[in-house]
Every structure is written in structure tokens, then in C-alpha cells.
């Protein structure tokens, strides 16, 4: 099993383009076949997909252009994160921005990418 390192998961999740999204499962996956492993560590792996988020709000906040579009990682299920900043109002805002619909939930459940699927990167 692989830890990885948030660099590369950042790595990564910086490789997602507009229009585009990735899964936390399809992260884990890309990160293990690189290395090598069978899989790669769901904790770690989640853990570091939060940190990369946090970093590149403070990226932005400081001035940068360019950060990791972090917003485009979603749950395996196409629901999202609401740990990443802002929660999933936040990252619902700026899929939206970039024209994706976002379908509200009822009761405990998270608003989710409508069709996400159709627009997972290839993995």
C-alpha cells in the first residue's frame, strides 16, 4: 500500500482542466499505478486532498493566478467536500462558475455533480 506524498497528490489534482473532474478513488488509483502498488492509502490520500485545498486558497488569498483547482476532486459518488474551505457551497459555486450543475440534496446528504461521470478525467 502507498502513502503518498501531498506533492504528489497535488501533482495530480493539478492536472484536472477545466470542464474536467477526478474522484478521490481515481486519485488513489492514478497515485498507486505510479508508484507501483496495488492501492493507495484511502486515509492518507483524503487527508492530503484537503491540505492541497487549504494551501491553494492561501495561494490565492496571497495572489496567486495559478492554483490547484481543487474544487474539481470530488467524492467517488459525485458528491462534495464539505471539508474542503468554504465547504460544498463553495466548491458547488466555483463548479458552477465553470458549468457544471450542482444538484442540491435533500436531508443529510451532500449536493452532488449532476452526470459527473460523463466527465471524469480517463484514468
Do not use: H
Not at 502507498?2 to 492536472?15: E, N
Not at 473532474?21 to 505510479?34: D, E, H, S
Not at 496567486?64 to 465547504?87: A, I, M
Request: net charge positive; with cysteine.
Amino acid at each position: 500500500m502507498l502513502i503518498p506524498r501531498p506533492r504528489d497528490v497535488d501533482s495530480l489534482m493539478r492536472t484536472v482542466r477545466k470542464g474536467r473532474l477526478i474522484t478521490v478513488g481515481q486519485l488513489r488509483k492514478l497515485l498507486a499505478a505510479r508508484a507501483g502498488a496495488d492501492q493507495a492509502c484511502p486515509l492518507c490520500t483524503g487527508i492530503f486532498v484537503r491540505i492541497v485545498a487549504e494551501a491553494a486558497e492561501e495561494d490565492r488569498r496571497s495572489g496567486k493566478k495559478r492554483v490547484t483547482p481543487y474544487w474539481r476532486t470530488v467524492k467517488d459518488d459525485g458528491s462534495l467536500n464539505d471539508k474542503f474551505p468554504g465547504g460544498a457551497k463553495a466548491q458547488a459555486q466555483r463548479l458552477t462558475e465553470e458549468g457544471f450543475v450542482v444538484q442540491s440534496r435533500n436531508g443529510n446528504r451532500r449536493p452532488r455533480v449532476r452526470d459527473f461521470d460523463e466527465r471524469l478525467v480517463d484514468v
